[in-house]
C-alpha cells in the first residue's frame, strides 16, 4: 500500500491500535473506524472508502440473524454510510476481487484472525457457510442477500412513513434526535418502537428493539427521566419532548470580568460586557440586562441556586425558572444565569383598582406565561396517558377557568365532571375544615381519574379529597395543580403535574379569589 501510494502521490499512513489479545470484534471495529476517522478528518477528506464485499455481506446478515436481530437489521453493511463512507466493493464476490488482484500482480496481506473460529464471524466464513454452501449449493448466498435486500427495502419503506407523520414532530441534528412524545403516545407499543428505530437511524443512533422499548416507556414518565443509551448517547424526557443527544453542551467555564469591556465564552454562548447607560426598565424576555459595577461572574448553575425575579418578589429556586423556561435538564449545566441578579421582569399591578375592601399588590404569573405553560401541561398529560378512559375532574371553584384551559390542550379522549369543596370562606387562611358541597355524577370506578386544582396550600383539603376519591376504585389517581406552594407537612397524594410553585401569599385572579373576588382576572396576583 505504501508504494502504490507513493506511485500516485498520495499520503500514506499507518496506525496501530494496540487492542490486546482480549479485545472483541465489537471493540476491535469501533476503534478501526474511530482511528480511521480522526484521519479523515485530519486531512480533510470528503470520502471514507472501505473494502467491504459481497461475501462480508453475507456474513453480517447471517451474524444478526444469529443474534437476534430485529428484521431493519438484516438490511446488513449499507453502500453508504455517515460522513462520507462508501464501500464501492460490496457488489463483488471475494473470488473476483482476488483474481482481479492475482491478474496485476499485487502483494497481498491475509490476516490470521479471517480464518480463527474463535472469532464468531471467522467460524461463520470457515464453518457455518461452507456447510451451508454443501447442502444447499451456491444459491445459499445469494437467498441470503435476497432477504436482506427485502430488509433494506423494508427499513427504506418505514424512514419514509417518518415524512408523512407531522404529530410525530421529528426533528435530527448531528447527534441529536426528538420526537413530540403526544404525537407518540398516538400508536401503540409496537408500533411507537419501530417508528423510534426508523427515526433514531437518521441521526446515526442504533437502537436495538429492547431499548426501543424501554425509550416508549420513557415517554411515558416525568420531564427530566433519562435513559443511558449506547455509545455516548443519552435520552430524556424534555416536557412534551423525548429526545436522545450524543455527548452535551460544550463545558461552560465560569466567567469573570476581566476589564471594563470584553468577551468570554461560555459554553455554547458567547458572553460580552461593555459600559452603557441602563433604560428605564429591563426587558423581561432579552439576554441583555444591565448590572452596576463590575462585580459579577457568570457560571453554571449549582444546586440550590435561588434567584430574584425582576419585579417580583422573594427567591426563587433556579431549577424551577429554567423548567418554566423549557430548558431540557440535560442543557441546563450550561446554561449562564448571572448568580442573585439576572431574572426576568413581571409585570407592575399600578393603576388596578382595589376590590372587595382589598387591593393587588403584584402581578405574580402574568396571561402569557400562565398561557404557555398550560399548553406544555396538557402535552405532558396526554404523553402521560396512553390508554384507558381518563376522567378530568375539576375541584369547584377555584380551578374552572384552569379546568377548560387545560381539557382544551390535552390531546386524547377525555370526560369532565367536577367535585365542590369549601374551606376558606371569607379568610385569606384555608381552615382545614373541609365542607364537601358537590358531588360528581360520573362512575369513577376503573377510570383514569385527573384532579384539577387551583392551588395547594395547606394540603388539609386535597387530603380529605384523595382519601374520598380512593374508596371510588378509579385506575388511577393524580394531581394537577396549578399553583403550588409547598406548606403542607403531609400530602396523601403530591401533584403530578404542577404549573407553577408559588409564593407563601394569597393569591387571586385566574380562578382565584378572595370572598369571592378577584376570580375574573387573567393573571394570578398576590393581595396586599
Given at each position: 500500500?505504501?508504494?502504490?501510494?507513493?506511485?500516485y502521490?498520495?499520503?500514506?499512513?499507518?496506525?496501530e491500535?494496540?487492542?490486546?489479545?482480549?479485545?472483541?470484534?465489537?471493540?476491535?471495529?469501533?476503534?478501526?473506524?474511530?482511528?480511521?476517522?480522526?484521519l479523515?478528518?485530519r486531512?480533510?477528506?470528503r470520502?471514507?472508502?472501505?473494502?467491504?464485499h459481497?461475501?462480508?455481506?453475507?456474513?453480517?446478515?447471517?451474524?444478526?440473524?444469529?443474534?437476534?436481530?430485529?428484521?431493519?437489521g438484516?438490511?446488513?453493511i449499507?453502500?453508504?454510510?455517515?460522513?462520507?463512507?462508501?464501500?464501492?466493493?460490496?457488489r463483488?464476490?471475494?473470488?473476483?476481487?482476488?483474481?482481479?488482484?492475482?491478474?496485476?500482480?499485487?502483494?497481498?496481506h491475509?490476516?490470521?484472525?479471517n480464518?480463527d473460529?474463535?472469532h464468531?464471524?471467522?467460524?461463520?466464513?470457515?464453518?457455518?457457510?461452507?456447510?451451508?454452501?454443501?447442502?444447499?449449493?451456491?444459491?445459499?448466498?445469494?437467498?441470503?442477500?435476497?432477504?436482506?435486500?427485502?430488509?433494506?427495502r423494508e427499513?427504506?419503506a418505514w424512514?419514509?412513513?417518518?415524512?408523512?407523520?407531522p404529530?410525530?414532530?421529528?426533528?435530527?441534528?448531528?447527534?441529536?434526535?426528538?420526537?413530540?412524545r403526544g404525537?407518540?403516545?398516538?400508536?401503540?407499543?409496537g408500533?411507537?418502537?419501530?417508528l423510534l428505530?426508523?427515526?433514531?437511524?437518521?441521526?446515526?443512533?442504533v437502537?436495538?428493539?429492547?431499548?426501543?422499548?424501554?425509550?416508549?416507556?420513557?415517554?411515558?414518565?416525568?420531564?427530566?427521566r433519562?435513559?443511558?443509551?449506547?455509545?455516548?448517547?443519552?435520552a430524556?424526557?424534555a416536557?412534551?419532548?423525548?429526545?436522545?443527544?450524543?455527548?452535551?453542551?460544550?463545558?461552560?467555564?465560569?466567567v469573570?470580568?476581566?476589564?471594563?469591556r470584553?468577551?468570554?465564552?461560555?459554553g455554547?454562548?458567547?458572553v460580552?460586557?461593555?459600559?452603557?447607560?441602563?433604560?428605564?426598565?429591563?426587558?423581561?424576555?432579552?439576554?441583555?440586562?444591565?448590572i452596576?459595577?463590575?462585580?459579577?461572574?457568570?457560571?453554571?448553575?449549582?444546586?440550590?441556586?435561588?434567584?430574584?425575579?425582576?419585579?417580583?418578589?422573594?427567591?426563587?429556586?433556579?431549577?424551577r425558572?429554567l423548567?418554566?423556561?423549557?430548558?431540557?435538564?440535560?442543557?441546563?449545566?450550561?446554561?449562564?444565569?448571572?448568580?442573585?441578579?439576572?431574572?426576568w421582569m413581571?409585570?407592575?399591578?399600578?393603576g388596578?383598582?382595589?376590590?372587595?375592601?382589598r387591593?393587588?399588590k403584584?402581578i405574580?404569573?402574568?396571561?402569557?406565561?400562565?398561557?404557555?405553560?398550560v399548553?406544555e401541561?396538557?402535552?405532558?398529560?396526554?404523553?402521560?396517558?396512553?390508554?384507558?378512559?381518563?376522567?378530568?375532574l375539576?375541584?369547584?371553584?377555584?380551578?374552572?377557568?384552569?379546568l377548560?384551559?387545560?381539557?382544551r390542550?390535552i390531546?386524547?379522549p377525555?370526560?369532565?365532571d367536577?367535585?365542590a369543596a369549601?374551606?376558606?370562606g371569607?379568610?385569606?387562611?384555608?381552615?382545614?375544615?373541609?365542607?364537601?358541597?358537590?358531588?360528581?355524577?360520573?362512575?369513577?370506578?376503573?377510570?383514569?381519574?385527573?384532579?384539577?386544582?387551583?392551588?395547594?396550600?395547606?394540603?388539609?383539603?386535597?387530603?380529605?379529597?384523595?382519601?374520598?376519591?380512593?374508596?371510588?376504585?378509579?385506575?388511577?389517581?393524580?394531581?394537577?395543580?396549578?399553583?403550588?406552594?409547598?406548606?403542607?407537612?403531609?400530602l396523601?397524594?403530591?401533584p403530578?403535574?404542577?404549573?407553577?410553585?408559588?409564593?407563601?401569599?394569597?393569591?387571586?385572579?385566574?380562578?382565584?379569589?378572595?370572598?369571592?373576588?378577584?376570580r375574573?382576572?387573567?393573571?394570578?396576583?398576590?393581595?396586599?
Amino acid at each position: 500500500m505504501g508504494e502504490l501510494a507513493e506511485r500516485y502521490e498520495l499520503p500514506f499512513e499507518v496506525g496501530e491500535l494496540s487492542l490486546g489479545p482480549d479485545a472483541t470484534e465489537t471493540i476491535a471495529r469501533r476503534a478501526r473506524y474511530a482511528w480511521l476517522g480522526e484521519l479523515q478528518r485530519r486531512h480533510g477528506a470528503r470520502y471514507l472508502v472501505t473494502a467491504h464485499h459481497r461475501d462480508d455481506q453475507v456474513e453480517t446478515i447471517l451474524l444478526r440473524l444469529l443474534k437476534g436481530s430485529a428484521p431493519a437489521g438484516l438490511a446488513g453493511i449499507p453502500a453508504r454510510g455517515r460522513a462520507g463512507l462508501v464501500r464501492p466493493l460490496l457488489r463483488f464476490a471475494k473470488a473476483r476481487l482476488v483474481a482481479h488482484v492475482a491478474e496485476l500482480g499485487l502483494a497481498v496481506h491475509e490476516d490470521p484472525a479471517n480464518h480463527d473460529p474463535r472469532h464468531l464471524r471467522s467460524w461463520v466464513r470457515t464453518a457455518l457457510l461452507p456447510l451451508v454452501a454443501e447442502r444447499l449449493g451456491a444459491r445459499a448466498g445469494t437467498d441470503v442477500l435476497r432477504a436482506g435486500r427485502a430488509a433494506a427495502r423494508e427499513r427504506r419503506a418505514w424512514d419514509g412513513v417518518l415524512d408523512h407523520l407531522p404529530d410525530l414532530g421529528l426533528r435530527v441534528e448531528p447527534n441529536h434526535i426528538e420526537v413530540a412524545r403526544g404525537g407518540l403516545a398516538r400508536y401503540d407499543d409496537g408500533l411507537s418502537a419501530v417508528l423510534l428505530r426508523a427515526a433514531a437511524r437518521r441521526a446515526g443512533l442504533v437502537l436495538g428493539v429492547r431499548r426501543a422499548r424501554q425509550l416508549v416507556e420513557l415517554a411515558r414518565r416525568p420531564s427530566g427521566r433519562r435513559l443511558s443509551l449506547a455509545d455516548g448517547w443519552m435520552a430524556e424526557v424534555a416536557f412534551d419532548r423525548l429526545r436522545a443527544t450524543r455527548g452535551g453542551r460544550d463545558a461552560a467555564v465560569e466567567v469573570v470580568p476581566t476589564g471594563e469591556r470584553g468577551s468570554a465564552v461560555f459554553g455554547e454562548f458567547r458572553v460580552a460586557w461593555t459600559p452603557d447607560p441602563a433604560p428605564a426598565r429591563l426587558p423581561r424576555a432579552d439576554w441583555t440586562t444591565w448590572i452596576a459595577g463590575a462585580n459579577w461572574e457568570v457560571r453554571p448553575p449549582r444546586p440550590g441556586d435561588r434567584l430574584v425575579p425582576l419585579g417580583g418578589i422573594g427567591r426563587r429556586p433556579l431549577r424551577r425558572m429554567l423548567m418554566e423556561a423549557r430548558v431540557p435538564r440535560g442543557d441546563r449545566p450550561g446554561y449562564p444565569p448571572e448568580p442573585g441578579r439576572y431574572g426576568w421582569m413581571l409585570p407592575s399591578t399600578a393603576g388596578l383598582k382595589q376590590t372587595g375592601g382589598r387591593e393587588l399588590k403584584r402581578i405574580v404569573f402574568d396571561e402569557e406565561t400562565i398561557a404557555r405553560r398550560v399548553r406544555e401541561l396538557g402535552q405532558e398529560i396526554t404523553a402521560a396517558y396512553a390508554d384507558g378512559e381518563l376522567l378530568v375532574l375539576g375541584l369547584l371553584k377555584g380551578s374552572f377557568i384552569f379546568l377548560s384551559d387545560l381539557v382544551r390542550r390535552i390531546e386524547r379522549p377525555l370526560q369532565v365532571d367536577f367535585l365542590a369543596a369549601a374551606s376558606y370562606g371569607a379568610d385569606t387562611i384555608s381552615s382545614g375544615n373541609v365542607r364537601l358541597l358537590y358531588d360528581p355524577e360520573t362512575e369513577l370506578r376503573g377510570k383514569h381519574i385527573l384532579l384539577v386544582e387551583d392551588i395547594v396550600d395547606t394540603g388539609k383539603t386535597l387530603n380529605r379529597l384523595v382519601a374520598l376519591l380512593r374508596e371510588r376504585g378509579p385506575r388511577s389517581l393524580e394531581i394537577c395543580a396549578l399553583l403550588h406552594k409547598h406548606l403542607a407537612e403531609h400530602l396523601e397524594l403530591e401533584p403530578a403535574f404542577v404549573g407553577f410553585d408559588a409564593p407563601r401569599v394569597f393569591l387571586v385572579g385566574y380562578g382565584l379569589d378572595h370572598a369571592e373576588n378577584f376570580r375574573h382576572l387573567p393573571y394570578v396576583a398576590s393581595l396586599t
